[in-house]
């Protein structure tokens, strides 16, 4: 795995496969690498430019959602290391819930074998009948738990209130904040040309136990954005995510364990074009004029 790069001589707090988290005084500096995982491994090779990608389309997002749920972007340029900016936030500090909130659209991935084999998704029953990669009648919730190790696991609405220590009304808080985000985002999104299938929030509360949007937000590392294009059930659809990487990594005779195969240049290439052209689409501006708003070198 690529070494943590120091920051500033700033405390570091913790490393994930993506990020790393600095203490910034009252607030939290949140730095997003171009290291990218698959199969919850990361591989040696990183995605030039991915980390600017997930923040700058994470601030974007945030100013998009405000109004629905508070989140915790502070500042991407003020108090930001220079060395960092672009792909740096200060983030505000918060009791983060343990809980990963999904939301899908349509049914692929995880949740189309899920239903194949018990016609339902995290005990929701869906029609019978759909078409892999289908549009649901309506978005559902899926929350899993968040695992610091290996894989998330998905549970149902009282599996999630039973790990929130019996808060059914933090569980409802959480339910209906991540469907309005995503309706939104989704909507936004296919006036761009893109299909927003499916995708992950993380929540906290402030210390005046305001429900708060924050780590990263509809990016391509988690979510799932098709082209609009072409787009056709009955089939897996091309995606503007590190899906591409997966289906090499899936293809590579790798194991799955650690450590993760080195990624081919043409993959990586393909990859970063994939990522930038999600940001370009969604927010209607080159990538270069994020990075050059945010301060970077």
């Known amino acids: 795995m690529p070494r943590v790069t120091p920051v500033s001589d700033l405390p570091l707090i913790a490393s994930g496969k993506v990020r790393e988290m600095y203490e910034l005084g009252e607030e939290i500096l949140m730095v997003a690498s171009d290291r990218i995982s698959t199969y ?38 003020d108090g930001v290391p220079q060395e960092v900016r672009g792909r740096a936030l200060a983030v505000e500090r918060l009791r983060m819930v343990p809980i990963e909130c999904v939301v899908r659209g349509y049914i692929t991935g995880s949740g189309w074998k899920d239903y194949l084999q018990t016609g339902a998704v995290c005990g929701i029953e869906l029609p019978a009948g759909l078409q892999e ?4 009648p309506e978005p559902i919730f899926t929350p899993s738990t968040k ?3 290996g894989h998330d696991q998905n ?18 808080r959480l339910r209906d904040a991540s469907l309005a985000v995503y309706s939104r985002a989704a909507e936004h999104a296919r006036s761009r040309g893109i299909i927003l299938a499916d995708t992950k929030f993380e929540l906290g509360l402030d210390p005046d ?25 009955g089939r897996s659809q091309p995606s503007f995510d590190k899906q591409y990487v997966r289906d090499w990594a899936s293809a590579s005779g790798w194991d799955k364990a650690p450590p993760a195969p080195a990624v081919p240049q043409d993959v990586v290439a393909r990859t970063q074009a994939l990522y930038r052209e999600a940001y370009e689409r969604i927010t209607g501006e080159p990538l270069d004029a994020w990075l050059e708003r945010s301060g970077a070198q």
């Open 155 to 172: 549970i149902n609405l009282d599996g999630m209130v039973e790990v929130l220590g019996g808060d059914r009304e933090l569980a409802r």
């Open 147 to 149: 695992a610091l190790e």
């Open 209 to 233: 136990g305001t429900l708060t949007l924050a780590d990263e937000v509809l990016t391509p590392d988690s979510s799932r954005f098709w082209p609009a294009a072409g787009y056709e059930p």
């Open 133 to 136: 990669s289908e549009q649901l």
């Open 40 to 77: 919850d491994v990361v591989h040696p090779t990183p995605i030039p430019g991915k980390g600017a990608v997930l923040t700058g389309l994470s601030v974007f997002w945030f100013e998009l959602t405000k109004d629905i749920v508070p989140n915790h972007l502070v500042s991407y340029r």
